[in-house]
């Protein structure tokens, strides 16, 4: 049974940061990638960054320069900081993991909410 578990979320002036951490119940190395998606009230889901086993990470231009995706194999950890936050990254803040290599699905955390005050 894959889990993801997502922490970190809160609330937070504008200009301040946070990190998410999502923990997978699995070796990270079952998936192609881990990625962070975001959803804010009344608008789609959006990827907001993935970082696969042997690339790089790769971002939404909303968010780069901003915030750093970044894995800890050992600990099956997937960490998203996010500095200079805005009104406008406010959202839930979803882990994902792209493509098992075992079932060929993927997973979801459960969100964890980001709010940004103004």
């Known amino acids: 049974q894959v889990q993801l578990v997502e922490s970190g979320g809160g609330l937070v002036q504008a200009g301040g940061s946070l990190r998410l951490s999502c923990a997978a119940s699995v070796s990270i190395f079952n998936f192609n990638a881990m990625a962070w998606y975001r959803q804010a009230p009344e608008k789609q889901r959006e990827l907001v960054a993935t970082?696969?086993?042997?690339?790089?990470?790769d971002y939404a231009d909303s968010v780069k320069g901003r915030f750093t995706i970044s894995r800890d194999n050992g600990t099956n950890t997937v960490y998203l900081q996010m500095n200079s936050l805005n009104p406008e990254d406010t959202a839930v803040y979803y882990c994902?993991?792209?493509?098992?290599?075992?079932?060929?699905?993927?997973?979801w955390g459960q969100g964890t909410q980001v709010t940004v005050s103004s």
């Open positions: 970082i696969s086993i042997g690339g790089g990470p």
């Open positions: 994902n993991a792209q493509t098992s290599i075992y079932t060929n699905r993927d997973y």
